[in-house]
């Protein structure tokens, strides 16, 4: 045997992408070369634990992994009245609003889409009604996963209608009772939400100029007494961005970019908490919270970067999630 050749031979591996900088296969995780990569199913090149994607591919067979059962909306499935997964590749063909389906748990716990499933009445009958922005009532064989899709389909339809900006799990505590109620509940469920994140977005904005401002006067000092002359900058012990992507990695958060701002005193950071798209600024050396992105009553005072999945997933399970910063 020509031992060379065998210890050289590549290892490629089809795994799917969900963005940021590590994919996942059975029992291993890598870390991801390139940053240009989109979601989806690629064929990467193993080295040790570096990947490199070399072509899309099809996906592999999913029989074997986790399964769930749901319905369709939005880009989610919900598994009951209380609980969601966002599925994180969307299908080639997006499934009607409410359709039964299930996903299968990837070994990164994201959930994949895997089938349809035939329907009944009450998922026709549902559909009906959310056409016709009507609410579901005492409509016979509604299940609890179909009733709370249906007051997160009819909630973001009447949002968008509105120029609201809410995402699946913001609406969640008040999916049954949209479902049951109507256009009205969720006008008033949309009026609360915008309410709080109004005086959380002045507050937010209110901080990021305390600390440009404090910066500013540090800046300004350093010139008075002559040090900016002689000054010189100090490399930080480790890059801000890699030390982001791991604090979120560690938090079981997945960073999606991440840019410096205000001088390079603050990192801007985009990242991914079972499903929901948070958008945190925090200071590039601390990492302490400086806007949240979400709702956060005051708290954010004492929360560091590596905190905040933990605070979200809280936020969610509590019933008052509350995005004030998109994009």
């Known amino acids: 045997m020509d031992y060379k050749k065998f210890l050289a031979k590549e290892e490629t591996l089809v795994l799917p992408y969900f963005g940021g900088t590590r994919v996942d296969a059975e029992a291993r995780r890598f870390q991801v070369v390139g940053s240009n990569t989109a979601p989806g199913w690629w064929r990467f090149k193993i080295e040790g634990r570096r990947a490199t994607p070399v072509e899309r591919a099809s996906p592999v067979e999913l029989g074997s992994l986790p399964l769930v059962r749901g319905h369709w909306v939005s880009g989610w499935l919900v598994a009951d009245g209380r609980t969601m997964h966002r599925i994180a590749l969307p299908p080639d063909d997006e499934p009607a609003a409410l359709a039964r389906i299930t996903g299968r748990r990837w070994y990164s716990q994201d959930l994949l889409f895997d089938t349809l499933e035939f329907e009944d009445d009450a998922e026709i009958t549902a559909r009906l009604a959310l ?45 049954a009772a949209i479902a049951d109620g109507g256009a009205d509940v969720a006008r008033r469920v949309f009026t609360d939400l915008i309410d709080e994140r109004q005086r ?46 791991e604090t979120l990695d560690a938090a079981r958060a997945r960073l999606l970019s991440c840019r410096r701002i205000n001088g390079n005193t603050q990192l801007d950071v985009v990242y991914e908490v079972d499903g929901a798209r948070i958008l945190s600024i925090v200071d590039i050396d601390t990492f302490e919270v400086i806007d949240p992105g979400i709702c956060l009553s ?22 008052h999630l509350n995005i004030t910063r998109r994009g």
């Open 200 to 245: 959380q977005i002045a507050e937010a904005r209110r901080r990021v100029e305390d600390a440009r401002r404090q910066a500013e006067e540090i800046r300004i000092e350093l010139k008075r007494r002559g040090a900016a002359a002689t000054a010189r900058a100090l490399p930080r012990a480790h890059d801000p961005v890699r030390r982001a992507d």
């Open 131 to 175: 056409e016709q922005q009507r609410a579901i009532g005492d409509v016979r064989g509604v299940t609890p996963s179909l009733r709370a899709a249906f007051g997160f389909a009819l909630g973001t339809q009447l949002a968008r209608e509105m120029r609201i900006e809410i995402s699946v799990p913001e609406l969640m505590p008040q999916a």
């Open 298 to 319: 005051g708290a954010h005072r004492v929360l560091t970067l590596d905190a905040m999945p933990s605070v979200v997933r809280e936020a969610i399970e509590e019933d």
